[in-house]
């Protein structure tokens, strides 16, 4: 949800967000209720085709509704378009923790009154352009839509963090000019914006500002392709709402940023400019819950340095943080991107995690004490026998 802007330092050891996305300035719908015996499956039913919830005014994301059809219990499938949205609609809600509707509803009227009196600078950012917006490289990349496509245009300097070319120079200018130009209304409206995380004091919300839609296309037409090749065990194929914004840097900004894990399955981390020194992004390995706090294995420490126009792809659960800028101003672009059916399955999760590096290491040394054991008891009978 685009109020819920928790980065989580591993300290605090509270990765778990909410489930789902509410969209702003849309109307609730009546709630119906629902008996106990129509529960969700366990997995999708992968033949069954959604239907396309995009026309409706919903308080959740038409995708949202899209993706979690496929969990609804056989009974539901054929029942109408509405009721199936009203069934899914009823259990949405019930992951919203106590007080989350006010808070979502406040949410809304805050975005609204920005929204209708701010005065965009550059409107060709409002929709997505992909080919004044990104490389050319980057766009047949996605549009050829395989794993050797991505591997094409990508290093993966250190597992699981992915680096590529993405942005035009003429995109970041106009995002830049367009976040400053958002910033001196605030300024001269005097009004009280949001930040857009809890660790970082600069910065905004593009998704108050009116870029939301232009952002859910990134997400949906080019961030999804890939996380689903890359980051499956993360959800990377059910992404399904997004948290956007930019962050600043330096002189009379933010300095540098603590090690946290996102509050996302995936986050997009793009350079937007402008001259900069410092700033890098170190990383430490990606953690369950659990294992939050444990240390890093020599191949887990990764630094990666920043070029505007460049963009970083990790899982949420990745740990990390960034340098200090130390001169100039460094502006990234943020999209922690989020999947309610991977949140929702978590909880149905044993113990170990398959991406979590802590959980990984433990599973091997089990592995490798069990065979030992084996082996020793071999031995053991081996001598017994020619005893
Ligand atoms: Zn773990």
């Known amino acids: 949800m685009s109020g819920d802007r928790r980065d989580v330092p591993p300290v605090a050891g509270d990765g778990n967000g909410t489930v789902a996305a509410a969209n702003s300035g849309k109307q609730a719908t009546p709630v119906v209720s629902v008996t106990p015996s129509q529960r969700l499956r366990l997995n999708p039913n992968k033949d069954h085709k959604p239907e396309s919830y995009e026309d409706l005014q919903l308080d959740f994301s038409p995708s949202v509704f899209s993706s979690l059809e496929q969990y609804l219990p056989p009974s539901m499938l054929s029942v109408s378009r509405d009721d199936k949205m009203k069934f899914m609609r009823e259990i949405l809600l019930k992951y919203l923790p106590h007080g989350e509707g006010t808070r979502v509803q406040r949410h809304r009227e805050y975005r609204q009154k920005i929204i209708s009196n701010y005065q965009p600078l550059n409107r060709e950012l409002y929709a997505m352009h992909p080919s004044t917006f990104f490389v050319p490289s980057f766009i047949k990349a996605i549009s050829d839509n395989t794993e050797e496509s991505f591997r094409s245009i990508m290093s993966e300097p250190s597992p699981g963090v992915f680096t590529f070319e993405m942005l035009q120079p003429q995109f970041c200018n106009l995002l830049l000019s367009e976040v400053e130009n958002f910033e001196k209304w605030v300024n001269d409206a005097k009004f009280r914006i949001m930040r857009p995380n ?190």
């Not at 997004?242 to 509050?263: P, T």
């Open 198 to 387: 809890t660790m970082n004091k600069y910065g905004a919300v593009l998704d108050d500002f009116g870029l939301e839609t232009m952002l859910d296309k990134l997400m949906d037409g080019f961030v999804r392709p890939i996380s689903k090749v890359f980051f499956p065990e993360v959800g990377g194929s059910t992404l399904d709402s997004h948290h956007g914004f930019v962050v600043e840097y330096g002189k009379d900004r933010d300095v540098d940023l603590g090690f946290h894990v996102d509050d996302s399955e995936v986050t997009l981390n793009v350079c937007l400019g402008k001259q900069f020194s410092g700033g890098e992004l170190f990383f430490r390995g990606t953690r369950c819950d659990k294992h939050v706090n444990t240390g890093s294995q020599s191949e887990e420490i990764f630094d990666y340095s920043h070029v505007p126009g460049g963009a970083v792809l990790h899982r949420g659960r990745h740990r990390h943080g960034a340098r200090a800028t130390t001169s100039g101003h460094r502006i990234n672009l943020l999209l922690w991107c989020r999947s309610s059916v991977f949140r929702e399955m978590k909880k149905y999760q044993k113990d170990f995690s398959n991406w979590c590096g802590e959980c990984l290491r433990e599973k091997k040394e089990r592995q490798r004490l069990s065979i030992a054991s084996a082996k020793s008891e071999l031995l053991r009978k081996d001598g017994e026998s020619t005893a």
